[in-house]
């Protein structure tokens, strides 16, 4: 039987049918980019076997990126409003990323954890609620966080498994524990903290953030650096910030599971934990939790 075109009036009428029933934060169709893209210079694609813990600002180690390399990640979405806008800007300038998802927003908005999964960037976790994780019993922390890997995945790609497809995990609050660290590491999930924050979490403008990103991002030269997906001054910010970055001469590396050991360097002579200490004048201020009630 022969083939026969439609109209093109049939085909556009469909095709406008398609848009409207494309969910919302959907992908949209790749762009060619620009040339003056800022782009991703290398992808780094690592194992955490037998367990990983990096970035400075939390752990002895972080990954060995060359002057004025940058990882980005961003916490806490995805968010209604301000996820889609953070992938646009990412897109426009051919630029990966690797999202840490609180599993309930995932759960709540699984058209934007597809869209990040869809356009390449890397699907990690940030526990199912974002608890204080030393607030919790061990057996109360350990489902919350596979209650996140498991809301994540099924989420971005529709499925979980009995371990997280993007063996990636941050702690809300970088609130770890040893314990927690060390079944992590038996289940070979790298744990992260950030080598520079965007401190995004305080208020202040999209200028005022630009500033301090830069200015971090120049004394550091570089490393894995922290923003929130969630916060409107941070998708306001990011296409200048990603400009800004281009025309200093930063470069981005995107990561990503692999086989391959990953390239780690130590701190400096005299290093310390800047979030443990933060977390001791935290904590003393707290009140200790509530023994539970016996039966």
């Known amino acids: 039987m022969s083939r026969r075109l439609l109209p093109r009036a049939t085909m556009l009428a469909a095709a406008a049918l398609f848009a409207l029933r494309a969910p919302a934060g959907a992908a949209t169709a790749p762009k060619a980019c620009s040339p003056d893209a800022l782009g991703v210079s290398r992808t780094i694609a690592f194992s955490a076997k037998g367990g990983l813990a ?34 646009d800007a990412l897109a426009a300038e051919c630029v990966k990323a690797t999202f840490f998802l609180i599993g309930r927003n995932a759960r709540g908005l699984p058209a934007l954890a597809r869209r990040e999964a869809s356009e390449g960037h890397t699907v990690a976790h940030h526990s199912f609620s974002h608890p204080d994780m030393r607030r919790l019993s061990e057996a109360a922390a350990k489902k919350n966080i596979d209650e996140g890997f498991a809301a994540d995945d099924t989420a971005a790609y529709g499925a979980a498994a009995s371990e997280p497809r993007t063996p990636f995990f941050r702690y809300p609050g970088f609130s770890d524990t040893p314990t927690l660290n060390g079944w992590l590491a038996s289940r070979n999930i790298a744990v992260f903290g950030a080598d520079l924050w ?40 990011l296409p200048q910030l990603l400009r800004e970055m281009k025309r200093r001469g930063f470069r981005i590396v995107h990561i990503r599971p692999g086989d391959d050991p990953p390239p780690l360097r130590d701190a400096p002579a005299g290093w310390s934990s800047e979030t443990e200490k933060i977390a001791a004048g935290f904590y003393a201020r707290m009140p200790a939790p509530r023994a539970a009630k016996r039966p």
């Open 54 to 87: 990096i970035g400075f600002k939390s752990y002895p180690k972080t990954l060995d990126l060359a002057d004025h390399e940058v990882v980005l990640t961003f916490d806490d979405g995805p968010a209604a409003g301000t996820t889609a806008k953070i992938l």
């Open 198 to 237: 965007a401190s995004d979490w305080n208020k202040m403008t999209p200028q005022e953030e630009l500033d301090l990103v830069m200015s971090r991002l120049e004394a550091a030269n570089g490393g894995i650096l922290l923003l929130h997906d969630i916060k409107v001054e941070t998708a306001a910010m």
